[in-house]
């Protein structure tokens, strides 16, 4: 193995490192602590504003490690010359998907800073069925259901690197 694949393999697994604390942790926020602290309770509460803020430490770090990494991985395929236009654009459509998903954690950001206007701080109330879709699929909801989408593409564009190796 030479040093330059070291690299490389050394931040593939950062990459992926930082993808799957990200996503990991938010499903598991989501899923697991979130319904388990619960709403009312008003230590959950203060409990729930700490851990939220701790895992934006998570994310933050996150998100900049996937754009440097991102971009060397990103360089290193795209200057093969064997890949296809296939490729090409399923490595777009990721991008775009992950940006997505960084613009959505700004926006929620942004939301939560003002009072008020949190998805968080809102009472439930009897909606019709599209607006709770329409929530279900938007805020942290919507990051999570992203991130599981690039994860998947991912795999595709791994699948498409390999079958364009063999056909060189």
């Known amino acids: 193995m030479t040093i330059g ?3 490389l393999l050394a931040v593939r697994w950062i990459h992926s490192l930082a993808a799957v604390a990200w ?3 938010s499903l598991f926020y989501l899923v697991v602590l979130r319904p388990a602290l619960g709403r009312s309770n008003p230590v959950s509460s203060e409990m ?19 754009i440097i990494t991102g971009a060397i991985l990103a360089f290193d395929r795209l ?3 064997s890949i ?4 090409v654009a399923t490595l777009a459509a990721k991008v775009i998907l992950a940006f997505w998903m960084f613009y959505l954690v700004w926006s929620q950001r942004r939301q939560v800073s003002s009072p008020g206007q949190s998805q968080e701080a809102q009472s439930p109330q009897a909606t019709p069925l599209l607006s709770k879709l329409a929530r279900g699929f938007s805020g942290y909801n919507a990051i999570l259901i992203l991130g ?9 564009l791994t699948l498409l690197f390999e079958k364009a190796l063999v056909g060189r």
């Open 79 to 81: 200057t093969v010359g």
């Open 148 to 156: 599981v989408l690039v994860f998947l593409i991912s795999d595709l």
């Open 23 to 25: 996503i990991g942790g």
């Open 5 to 7: 694949e070291a690299f």
């Open 48 to 66: 729930n504003q700490r851990v939220a803020r701790e895992f934006r430490g998570l994310v933050d770090t996150s998100i900049f490690t996937l």
């Open 84 to 87: 296809g236009i296939a490729y």
